[in-house]
């Protein structure tokens, strides 16, 4: 059993190892294209808000409604939250938003997706790895998790369950959506 377990490892370490050497440089001009690209106006509605929770305390978010947000009440969204990297937490925040908002709604034109809105929360610090604090003073994955998945379903026409959420992020954001996508099944 310990001989199949090792194997398996090594084939699992050696495919990542593969998968990165051929696709780093294609993933690398990806992202570079991406995050040199310079963000146009979005048609939709982007606003810069505070969430003030009495037990975890404040997250900044920046919240992109789609255009077709306003025709009908009776219309629910899906949710995407995208968490930003490391440093310059507000600017990567409002850049990577002011990206994603443009792809989503390209891609709402071409038919591939339906409209949703996309909810983008600032970690002040931007280097808390979208964690809890091990000390208990500072709440990133609380807010996220169970403040701000809550007031934007208390406050937005969404679907309101784990169906109607998701959880993606960029670098270190990319780290925090694994870590609290796999935390929280049930939230997204």
């Known amino acids: 059993m310990r001989m199949n377990k090792r194997i398996?490892?090594?084939?699992?370490?050696g495919g990542m190892l593969l998968s990165g050497i051929f696709l780093r440089s294609a993933l690398s001009r990806a992202l570079v294209r991406l995050m040199t690209q310079t963000p146009t106006e979005v048609i939709g509605i982007m606003q810069a808000h505070l969430l003030q929770h009495e037990t975890y305390g404040e997250m900044p978010y920046i919240l992109y409604l789609p255009a077709a947000y306003n025709e009908s009440e009776a219309q629910t969204f899906r949710v995407l939250y995208h968490l930003h990297g490391l440093a310059s937490p507000m600017e990567q925040a409002k850049s990577q938003c002011q990206l994603m908002a443009n792809s989503l709604e390209t891609a709402v034109t071409e038919g591939k997706i339906d409209p949703l809105i996309?909810?983008?929360?600032?970690?002040?610090?931007?280097?808390?790895?979208?964690?809890?604090s091990y000390d208990g003073h500072h709440h990133v994955a609380s807010l996220l998790t169970n403040a701000l998945v809550a007031h934007?379903?208390?406050?937005?026409?969404?679907q309101a369950n784990r169906a109607?959420?998701?959880?993606?992020?960029?670098?270190?954001g990319g780290f925090g959506a694994v870590v609290n996508g796999f935390r929280n099944p049930d939230v997204f």
């Open 164 to 172: 109607g959420r998701i959880l993606q992020g960029f670098s270190m």
């Open 118 to 132: 996309l909810v983008c929360p600032v970690d002040v610090e931007g280097n808390r790895m979208w964690s809890d």
């Open 152 to 158: 934007i379903d208390a406050t937005y026409h969404t």
């Open 8 to 13: 398996a490892i090594g084939v699992l370490m």
